[in-house]
């Protein structure tokens, strides 16, 4: 039987991580994720975890601690946002080139400067190419039941890659929900047993983790850590169907809304996707054959599917809660990507909402669509990168 | 009648937005004070920390700018290296100086940096709503600690101004406290002192200000301060821990 609650998006999160009760947790508070790190620290007070917590000093000194827990062979975790994911940066990349299953929550924030406290996805976005898994989660139930999985995924014994779980900083993380939570033994089943793959202090096994390596040998290095991420899609894949078994909700690569006989198309990811379906749901009762893409696993990106998914329609928009300076929104190049290998494909248009906090609203999404209609028409696009809900 | 109290000019006619029995706005007006009586305010950059005194800029009357948590002394390190007739001072808590950023203050403090630091310690993260800070007492409470502080997995409180008074390059580190009439003139003597020495160009100078954080430590103001005297002074006893030149403070009335 399922737990029915009402609950924020990072106490959601903490919960999850009260069920897996991991072996190490680094902690240090950043808005918008201060109050998960905060819930979980409790648990380890009240003795409800056996969790090793260590109150560090930085970021950049959690993700290192994270190095080091998971390279004696432990299930570590940890969270951040911002600013906090900004300071892990040169640590990620040790992760990942390590292979560390460390599984670390991310509640989207904006990054300095100015300095803003409120949701886009600069942060996660700046993480991209940095070797961990994302998985991206619209609501507290998905933030829920992606952290579940990530640690499945992160420790699955062909890859063993760090995963990164995204929910939108206050919108999700500090907003109540309703929320199915599964039950203590259910989702100790469904984690099992934390299996140490070439930890340190096997002393009849000495190792070393991240020695020199020079040019004779960093390409192929690399080389391989791209094979890895290819082998990704299939674990997510088994391990959501695995899951849909328990928890009855049914993940994929991304979520495909009424895109089926579509016509156009929002491709937008998190919070943002459950405005636009209401607004799509508008639209269909007009008449007009709209639908929604909300991608799901954004690293390593499923670029055939997402054509698969997206090339029979005549417009799509994609709305990037991020920006790259003097380039299109980091999902518009994603998306473009994918859709340039089909011959016949959608006229596409990027439009940036939502940085630093601002309100998305239904009347965006309904500005876009009606864009969206009228470019379908013509098959004309007039400008390609526009920011939406600015005060001009 | 002669008025003889008024707010400083290097303050804007704004009011403050801290909490009740926050020692912020107390240690923003001294600093101003310092400021109007050398006359600076038109020399004064300072550096915003991250935290509660991020919006510095809203209060202070004079250019600010606003730099990544923990790397004021750095930031102030090179606008001072690029603007040395400039006065420079960093305004940080004790999550910006004493733990994220305790390589930068080291650092500058060890090069002798001729830069200001206002060191506002209330032993807790009091931004982001009151976890355990490294300068944290030993059993205090914090959302981080909820059963106290156990010094064998959390450490130790972290005594900031007797590490870097070990330090040759600094010049001038003291510990006051905003606690009582007389701590704060004393106080007010430390910040004008600190600016003084960097006017001279003697070098790397710290003030640190034990300062109240009633809502995050849950007392009243008036038990905060209480708290403040009998816990807090104990670990972070107050007075100079370092002056360079002590019975050397003939001012030099030109330079100002």
């Known amino acids: 039987m399922a737990r029915i609650l009402a609950v924020s998006g990072n106490e959601a999160v903490a919960e999850a991580l009260r069920q897996v009760n991991p072996d190490v947790c680094a902690a240090y508070p950043i808005t918008p994720q201060t109050e998960l790190m905060q819930r979980f620290a409790s648990f380890v007070s009240d003795g409800i975890v056996d969790t090793e917590l260590i109150l560090v000093e930085s970021e950049h000194s959690a993700m290192s601690t994270c190095i080091g827990a998971s390279a004696g062979g432990g299930r570590v975790v940890t969270a951040t946002s911002s600013q906090g994911l900004a300071l892990m940066w040169e640590m990620l990349y040790i992760a990942s080139g390590l292979r560390l299953p460390i599984v670390m929550p991310v509640v989207n924030r904006s990054l300095s400067a100015p300095i803003n406290i409120h949701c886009d996805h600069s942060d996660a976005m700046g993480a991209r190419d940095s070797g961990w898994i994302q998985l991206w989660s619209e609501n507290a139930q998905e933030a829920y039941d992606n952290t579940l999985q990530a640690f499945r995924i992160a420790e699955h014994m062909d890859i063993r890659l760090p995963v990164i779980v995204c929910m939108d900083g206050f919108i999700i993380g500090h907003s109540i929900q309703r929320i199915e939570y599964l039950e203590d033994e259910e989702v100790k089943k469904f984690v099992g047993e934390f299996k140490p793959l070439n930890p340190l202090l096997d002393i009849d096994n000495p190792k070393s983790y991240g020695p020199l390596i020079l040019p004779d040998l960093y390409h192929e290095y690399k080389r391989a850590q791209h094979e890895v991420m290819t082998k990704v899609k299939d674990i997510v894949l088994d391990v959501a169907e695995e899951f849909e078994k328990i928890g009855g909700r049914r993940y994929g690569l991304f979520e495909a809304y009424r895109l089926d006989d579509a016509e156009t198309a929002l491709v937008i990811l998190n919070s943002a996707a459950g405005t636009s379906k209401d607004v799509i749901d508008e639209f269909r009762e007009r008449g007009i054959m709209a639908g929604l893409l909300k991608p799901r696993l954004f690293r390593p990106f499923p670029y055939e599917e997402v054509a698969n998914a997206l090339k029979h329609l005549k417009a799509i928009c994609v709305l990037d809660r991020a920006d790259s300076f003097g380039g299109y929104g980091p999902l518009f190049m994603e998306v473009s990507s994918a859709l340039y290998q089909v011959r016949e494909r959608p006229r596409m248009i990027n439009k940036i909402y939502g940085l630093g906090g601002r309100d998305y609203l239904p009347q965006h999404a309904e500005q876009v669509l009606s864009e969206l209609v009228e470019i379908a028409k013509t098959d004309k696009v007039e400008i390609i990168k526009e920011y939406i809900g600015v005060r001009e | ?256």
């Open chain 2, 1 to 256: 009648m002669k008025k003889i109290f008024k707010r400083p000019i290097s303050l804007k006619q704004v009011p403050f937005r801290f909490c009740p029995g926050c020692g912020h706005s107390l240690i923003h007006r001294l600093i101003a004070e310092c400021i109007d009586n050398l006359g600076i305010r038109e020399r004064v950059v300072g550096i915003a920390p991250v935290g509660c005194a991020v919006f510095a800029y809203d209060y202070f009357n004079f250019d600010i700018l606003e730099a990544p948590h923990g790397r004021p002394p750095a930031t102030a390190t090179g606008l001072k290296r690029a603007m040395p007739d400039r006065i420079i001072f960093t305004y940080q808590g004790d999550g910006d100086l004493a733990a994220i950023g305790t390589a930068e203050i080291i650092h500058a403090a060890n090069r002798g940096e001729n830069i200001s630091v206002f060191f506002v310690n209330n032993a807790t993260y009091g931004m982001t709503g009151g976890q355990m800070a490294p300068t944290t007492l030993p059993g205090q409470k914090t959302t981080t600690t909820p059963s106290g502080r156990n010094t064998k997995t959390a450490g130790f409180p972290l005594r900031v101004s007797e590490l870097l008074s070990t330090i040759e390059g600094a010049s001038y580190i003291v510990r006051t406290s905003v606690d009582s009439y007389k701590n704060l003139i004393n106080t007010k003597r430390a910040i004008e002192k600190s600016f003084r020495y960097q006017i001279e160009e003697r070098g790397f100078s710290l003030v640190e200000i034990l300062s109240p954080c009633p809502v995050d430590w849950g007392f009243t103001p008036k038990d905060s301060i209480i708290w403040l005297r009998k816990e807090m002074m104990s670990v972070y006893p107050l007075g100079t821990l370092k002056d360079k030149f002590k019975g050397k403070n003939k001012w030099k009335k030109e330079l100002l």
